[in-house]
């Protein structure tokens, strides 16, 4: 019987899924990269996820993800400079007072609907208070989105003490509020409905200057420890 257990072994090791990942590794007012999305961004509800990493600390304002068109940031996620995360849609934030990001890796994700104005943050599966921010707003198409630099204009005017400076990946959007369980899943490293906005996946990059694109191993799905687990039991 041992040759069956070898199969299944190799099946679910083949389930480990390699991810890109970003690496921004200084200061810069140059370097940014930006993503492609697979529908136009007039969004009336959002969940946006990232994996992220900094050992940027102290008084820095540092921007995570940036999307704008030729008026507005229309939808920007920010570390605040005292250390708050936010996100701004065309005017003033919803500030979040959360633990600092560092440099272990914090699943991130924010959510926000347009008919109940709720909005809610979510740090390594765990549900923020809910907030009303924007009610009736929507998120307008035609913009850029960057990861990297904060644009003060279209796509330019960047500023490198607001630049992000670590790690990120796993960006992901669904123009839906996704429920407290899937989130909390994509945390634990379940393999959740991919981003219907982007996919992390398959969204195409565009690299701008000093920008190191690595593969790494994201998570090894629950379906294939199941399996591991399973053959140890028959063994
Ligand atoms: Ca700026």
Redesign the pocket.
Known sequence: MRLPVILFLITALAGSVPIKTLVFPTESCTSYVEMIPQKPMNLTAFTLCMRVATELSGQREI?LFAYRTGNYDELNVWRELDGRLSFYMAGNPVLFKVPELRALQTHLCVTWDSTSGLAALFLDGKRSLSKIYRKGHTVSPGGRVILGQ???IYLG???KH?NFVGEICDVNIWDVVLPDSVIQGMFAGQREPRGNVFDWESTELRINGDVEVAIRELYTPVWAQNVVINIEADV
Do not use: E
């Open positions: 921007i904060d644009p003060d005017d960047f500023d607001q």
